[in-house]
């Protein structure tokens, strides 16, 4: 069993910075994959970025260059550095882990971002 617990959502002016943290109760690098989603009203969720135990990295196109995914083992974190962050990025972000072939979710941190 894995428990994740996002924070640091909020709201943000066109052009500002957030970064997502999610706190995994598991060790991270026992974790052979992590991923941060969205869902954003009205639409499906959506994969944003991914790390693996390796530390490959995946990043939806819209997301190139704008954000990071990272790791923390010492914390058993994951972050989501977001810079240059606009409206069409607002939507509830999730913390996502697969651990021994089951798939963990977080509660969802709102990332709100005003023109």
């Known amino acids: 069993q894995v428990q994740l617990v996002e924070s640091g959502g909020g709201l943000v002016q066109a052009g500002g910075s957030l970064r997502l943290s999610c706190a995994a109760s598991a060790t991270v690098f026992s974790i052979n994959y992590m991923a941060w989603y969205r869902q954003a009203p009205g639409k499906q969720r959506e994969l944003v970025a991914s790390i693996t135990g390796r530390n490959i990295t995946y990043y939806i196109d819209s997301a190139k260059g704008r954000f990071t995914i990272s790791t923390d083992n010492a914390k058993n974190t994951v972050y989501l550095q977001m810079n240059g962050l606009s409206p069409d990025d607002t939507a509830v972000y999730y913390c996502?882990?697969?651990?021994?072939?089951?798939?963990?979710w977080g509660q969802g941190t709102q990332v709100t971002v005003s023109s």
């Open positions: 996502n882990a697969n651990y021994r072939n089951v798939a963990y």
